[in-house]
């Protein structure tokens, strides 16, 4: 706030705050019409994803991936419960910042997103074509999966680096021993199935005891390369907030994931301890669960030329890398530059000891002026994430200053303010991230938004922006409410997804072992004191529709949504049970509702979404006998 | 009028009515009528399609979704298997490829004569079958149906278009229907060639 006071830096800023004259016409669809771009945010600590259109913002739909979800049973049915089984037990919520859009030669390619979850390392794939969680994977050794689930240029691997150092495998030891070296972080490589998408962890590797925060990976001359940036090199552990900003500059870890790869199949690597679970949803079956243990671990010292450290001012936070591969683009949380890293500069140096200033855990640390390409200087104050139009411009945010700074790359010349309402966090362009941006829309997602809306209580409502950026100025167009803290976001031009997304489940193709195709098989089966019904659904009837169980049974509601047509799941839920809220089930989809019959008396069950004009008669009853 | 009815075709006539024939082959593979039915609740439309020997939706779920819908208002469900005229259509397109192969190889015009009043007659047959069978799917009712309309038929047109409720039904022929009626028109030209040069003066 003294900085603030102090003007520091900030010509221009919130003075240039301008609406575009005709904004409400350029973000405004008419009925019937369809917007241009589909944005996924992420819901942080609601532990969700939301997908918006642009440029209306309009809300289309909340995808759960690691929280659940009782407004469709995502997490509590039989199916999907166990997508969310960790090590830790069933944990049904978790911290999801950064979505990653699966890519081809570095371009957007609409097959899949992939989420981090912060909390209990994880990481999920979602389907583009059922806008489903598919796959979540447990990250052993590590703690808080912070810089995730960043993806190199063919999506080979995420990666997945590690926020909150500790001891390495687990061990109670004393916290002051954070500073001795006893703490460690890790560097996780996931590896991507081309064809289907399935994730496998292939090696980790040990790395000094920093906050690794977050990451990016290089693209074309740059393919071969991974950044992360890190914090607290100082190795504080209490007063952190001070510990940690004492130095004037920490870390951009450089790691060469292909020499990774290449030390693994020299045998380099060595078996290391570390459970976790792979939990996988396949197509309209129930998750499969499998607990999996050990992996490979690598150290530096074992593996030269893997990586290297570029000092950068001052607690980086974002690292991001231009569409041609060639910039690292620091954010230093509390810089008052932007520092730029030159790839071809990375490379002419990083191996001749003038210069270098040191190593850490036989990591080499280069000098900061060796592979600096340039610094945009004054920005703005709290610089954080960068993006890019693809056209020779980059977006940065800066959370102190509230605003987004455009800039040039290679001049490193301010060109534009942009003022934001109000602290902002992560940006987003179509495509920003890749190789080929697509550059139209840009949305800041805000980190502290106060007194936008109509005031609703104590917590206001989180917000993002959302900018023209394809004239020569950029221009605000709106502001709109998200759900959760939005994070970071992916935003994909519609014509990519629109045409490929999927409308029914057919039925002809569900395996689910307790799917029944038609109401003549429709039944009741009991097996001592379980009971499985085999239900189907049709507009407007269930079959069986009426049942009777004796108190105590345990009962299975396997029920399969009949319909093929667009738009019509039926909900299932039964009166007064406990533990599982509403089944949304989508045409020729099974789920299965798991009841404990209770005590004797009547119960009904109905569909719960209004599925035709005879929706309020999709109503039956479950006689509960002593 | 004899002269003309036994009158041996020309060689250029003689082909086309070769190709009337391996015309018809194609309706096998056709379908034949289109109904389309619009409303505001299916934006992407529903239909069926009726063919030679099976009747389908337009898209793979249509015809069970148009047979859900119906089923509110009582309708018969609409499956291939009632319809046992669909079991011998084939054939009868079969005889008529046939007649046009015979005609091909005994080129006289009273075969081609023969052929169009085959084709009228079969024409104006199945047009009724297909009305008959639209008037009992709309009549029909079942009196326990969820939605009873008074005095509410749901006949879909035979050739046109139709308000039923809130959605529009129309009915066209299709690819194969274009063709028959083409051929019917080939044949009827063929007939008028040959006359007007049986009855030009020499």
Not at chain 1, 295 to 314: E, H, R, S
Not at chain 1, 495 to 500: G, I, T
Request: hydrophobic residues 40%.
């Amino acid at each position: 706030m003294v900085l603030i006071s102090l003007g520091y830096g900030c010509k221009g800023g919130a003075a240039t705050a301008a609406l575009a004259s005709d904004a409400a016409k350029r973000v405004y669809v008419a009925p019937g019409e369809k917007d241009e771009v589909y944005a996924f945010l992420s819901g942080g600590f609601s532990g969700q994803m939301s997908v918006y259109g642009i440029p209306s913002t309009r809300l289309f739909k909340i995808i759960p991936v690691f929280s659940v979800f009782p407004e469709n049973g995502y997490g509590y049915d039989e199916e999907t419960k166990n997508m969310l089984r960790t090590t830790h037990g069933y944990v049904p919520w978790d911290d999801s910042h950064h979505i990653e859009a699966s890519m081809t030669d570095g371009k957007q390619d609409g097959r899949w997103l992939f989420l981090n979850a912060n909390n209990t390392p994880r990481l999920a794939r979602i389907d583009l074509r059922s806008f489903e969680t598919k796959e979540i994977i447990e990250i052993p050794n590590s703690a808080g999966n912070h810089a995730s689930p960043f993806a190199t240029e063919n999506t080979e691997y995420l990666m997945a680096a590690t926020r909150f150092s500790v001891p390495i495998p687990q061990a109670s030891v004393p916290i002051e021993n954070f500073s001795k070296g006893d703490f460690k972080g890790t560097v996780t490589m996931v590896k991507v199935d081309p064809k289907s998408g399935r994730l496998s962890l292939e090696l980790q590797i040990l790395v000094p005891g920093f906050d690794y925060d977050l990451s990016h990976c290089g693209k074309g001359k740059s393919h071969d390369w991974c950044f992360f940036t890190s914090y607290n090199s100082e190795q504080a552990y209490k007063m952190i907030e001070v510990g940690a900003s004492k130095n004037d500059k920490d870390y951009i870890l450089a790691f060469n994931w292909v020499r990774a790869k290449q030390c693994l199949d020299q045998g380099k690597a060595s078996n290391f301890g570390g459970e976790y679970y792979r939990n996988y949803l396949p197509e309209n079956q129930p998750a499969i669960s499998e607990k999996l243990s050990g992996v490979k671990m690598l150290q530096p010292k074992d593996c030269p030329g893997v990586m290297y450290y570029m000092p950068t001012p001052k607690s980086p936070h974002g690292t991001d890398v231009d569409p041609t591969g060639e910039y690292i683009v620091g954010g230093g949380k509390l810089a008052t530059v932007i520092p730029v890293h030159s790839f071809s500069k990375l490379m002419d140096v990083k191996d001749k000891p003038e210069h270098r200033s040191g190593m850490i855990m036989d990591i080499p640390i280069l000098k900061y002026e060796s592979t600096l390409a340039g610094e945009v200087k004054k920005p703005c104050l709290g610089p954080l994430h960068t993006e890019f139009d693809g056209k020779g411009y980059a977006y940065t945010s800066c959370f102190v200053s509230s605003e987004v700074v455009k800039w040039e790359l290679g001049t490193w010349e301010v060109e534009q303010h942009l003022p934001a309402y109000y602290s902002v966090g992560h940006l987003s362009i179509v495509g920003g991230s890749s190789k080929d941006p697509y550059g139209k829309y840009l949305i800041a997602l805000n980190k502290i938004t106060k007194d936008r809306y109509l005031p609703v209580g104590m917590e206001l409502p989180q917000s993002a922006q959302l900018y023209d950026i394809s004239g020569g100025k950029a221009e605000l167009l709106s502001d709109f409410p998200t759900v959760g803290e939005p994070h970071y976001s992916q935003m994909i031009p519609a014509k990519l997804l629109m045409d490929k997304a999927a409308k029914i489940y057919p039925l002809e193709e569900n395996k689910h072992p307790y799917a029944i195709k038609n109401e003549k098989d429709a039944r009741v089966v009991r097996e001592g004191n379980t009971v499985r019904v085999y239900m189907t659904q049709i507009r407007s009837h269930f079959k069986p529709d009426t049942i009777e169980v004796r108190s105590g049974d345990t009962v299975f509601f396997h029920v399969t949504n009949l319909e093929q047509d667009f738009d019509i799941p039926h909900g299932f839920a039964v009166g007064g049970a406990p533990e599982m809220p509403n089944l949304l089930i989508m045409p020729g989809q099974t789920r299965t509702f798991k009841w404990k019959a209770p005590k004797p008396g009547i119960y009904p069950f109905y569909c719960t979404d209004f599925c035709s004009a005879l929706h309020q008669e999709m109503q039956q009853y479950i006689r509960v006998l002593p | 009028m004899q002269e003309l009815l036994l009158k041996k075709i020309s060689k250029m006539n003689r082909l086309l009515i070769l190709g009337v024939g391996l015309l018809f082959v194609s309706v096998y593979f056709l379908p034949i009528w289109h109904i389309s039915l619009a409303a505001p609740q299916y934006p992407e439309g529903l239909g069926m399609k009726i063919w030679i020997d099976k009747i389908t939706g337009s898209s793979t779920y249509d015809l069970q979704n148009i047979n859900l819908l119906n089923h509110y208002i009582g309708m018969h469900e609409i499956v291939s298997e009632s319809v046992p005229e669909l079991l011998f259509m084939p054939y009868v397109l079969g005889f008529l490829i046939f007649g046009a192969f015979v005609t091909f190889i005994h080129p006289r015009v009273y075969l081609i004569v023969l052929g169009i009043l085959n084709i009228v007659i079969l024409g104006i047959l199945g047009m009724y079958d297909f009305w008959r069978w639209e008037y009992n799917y709309g009549h029909n009712l079942n009196p326990e149906a969820p939605i009873v309309v008074p005095g509410m038929a749901y006949q879909p047109p035979l050739l046109g278009c139709k308000e039923m409720l809130n959605i529009t039904a129309c009915s066209f022929p299709s690819w194969g229907g274009i063709i028959l009626f083409l051929s019917l028109g080939i044949l009827i030209w063929v007939i008028w060639d040959e006359r007007r040069r049986v009855y030009v003066p020499k």
